[in-house]
């Protein structure tokens, strides 16, 4: 069964909202909602914080709780981890902000890159903006090497159905119109990549960041989800074959700025 927990400011309207999908993240979670809203209330940006939480037993969600009793944060609960996409749309559902992100709790995507996308999206006019690692300006950091390898590849893998660089990104923004007008599902790791193929927009920019692994939790890949990857790339490559006269969205690729 899944719960919400309000936000401590209803009255609030966010421009932004940011899904965060948790599990075991307790040692981060209330650093990275304290820098986001700060980051984001220095920029002017009316945002709120939308926790899915798969009942984490290091006691994320406890956590969660406790945060959106003084934070514009509300905090989805699941019973159980029932995959990351789904947990990105259990977000969505709740969202209030005609503007949604998505990022990692532990840190791994900067806040302070934030402005940088919001920044993009206005002036680029764009229905996406994904943070990407594989476009001039982007990068990694405290990274493994095989990790790096295998994200490359199945970027490269994407490239059959997508122009984004990095559509495997987990870092980026989105109309919420959007998904309104698509065939969304979410069944794999990478719901970026879903949105991009499924969705119906006019067009996405892809804008720099540095990826910095992650210093605490419970990283969300596994075997399991990158043998889920590649079905998932498989069933939209079919997908997008039999339509036949979609339209391709514009793809702009924005050049690296100074962070706000």
């Not at 709120?48 to 984490?56: G, K, L, T, Y």
């Not at 969202?95 to 996308?117: C, F, K, N, Q, W």
């Amino acid at each position: 069964m899944t719960s919400t927990h309000a936000a401590a400011e209803p009255s609030h309207v966010p421009r932004l909202s940011v899904v965060v999908p948790t599990y075991n993240e307790r040692e981060r979670l209330a650093e990275f909602v304290e820098t986001v809203l700060a980051t984001l209330a220095r920029t002017g940006v009316p945002a709120e914080i939308v926790v899915v939480d798969d009942n984490s037993p290091d006691g994320t969600g406890a956590l969660a709780d406790e945060l959106a009793a003084r934070h514009p944060v509300t905090v989805v609960h699941r019973p159980g981890k029932l995959g990351l996409g789904s947990a990105v749309v259990a977000g969505f559902g709740v969202a209030r902000g005609a503007i949604l992100g998505v990022m990692d709790a532990d840190m791994s995507h900067p806040p302070e890159y934030l402005p940088r996308l919001i920044e993009a999206f206005d002036r680029t006019g764009a229905d996406i903006v994904v943070g990407s690692r594989y476009v001039p300006g982007g990068g990694t950091k405290n990274w493994p090497w095989y990790r790096g390898v295998m994200s490359r590849f199945a970027c490269r893998l994407a490239s059959v159905v997508t122009p984004v660089r990095d559509a495997a990104s987990g870092f980026f923004l989105i109309r919420a119109s959007v998904l309104r007008g698509g065939e969304v599902q979410a069944p794999g790791f990478k719901i970026c990549l879903e949105l991009l193929v499924r969705g119906t927009y006019a067009s996405v920019a892809e804008v720099p960041y540095v990826f910095a692994d992650r210093a605490a939790g419970t990283s969300k890949m596994s075997h399991r989800e990158a043998l889920g990857y590649l079905v998932q790339l498989k069933d939209l490559f079919l997908w997008q074959r039999r339509q036949p006269g979609r339209p391709r969205p514009a793809y702009q690729m924005v050049p690296a700025g100074p962070l706000r």
